[in-house]
């Protein structure tokens, strides 16, 4: 495996919620990784959601606080972002992405270089 696979991703309705999950790589032995979610919706930016440390130390932008929930198991290398109380302005391709673990903050897309393909999030009223 040589990008981030992510799953979950669906059609549901707003109120709800649901996870996706990202499966990571060691993309070099022995180095630490960030691991980060991102969304883009159609004509807008791709923005930062949240982001996790190989610690577990996690940080949220400010469209990912409140709602958003990070979470990482080192041991099966997975990350997920659980979304509570959706809405329609949540619908977006939501991407998962790695970096070494030097400087996690999701707020720039830009800092992250290791992507996976995303996975699309719909939310119906």
């Known amino acids: 495996q040589v990008h981030p696979v992510e799953s979950g991703g669906g059609s549901v309705q707003a109120g709800g919620s649901t996870t996706l999950s990202c499966l990571y790589s060691?993309?070099?032995?022995?180095?630490?990784?960030?691991v980060a979610w991102f969304r883009q919706a159609p004509g807008n930016e791709r923005e930062g959601v949240a982001g996790?440390?190989?610690?577990?130390?996690?940080l949220y932008t400010d469209s990912g606080k409140g709602r958003f929930t990070i979470a990482r198991d080192n041991a099966k290398k997975i990350v997920t972002l659980q979304i509570a109380s959706l809405k329609p302005e949540d619908t977006a391709m939501y991407y998962c992405?790695?970096?070494?673990?030097?400087?996690?903050?999701?707020?720039?897309?830009?800092?992250?270089?290791?992507w996976g393909q995303g996975t699309q999030v719909t939310v119906s009223s």
């Open positions: 992405a790695a970096r070494l673990d030097t400087n996690c903050n999701p707020a720039s897309w830009l800092a992250y270089d290791i």
């Open positions: 060691d993309y070099i032995p022995g180095s630490r990784y960030c």
């Open positions: 996790v440390r190989s610690d577990g130390w996690t």
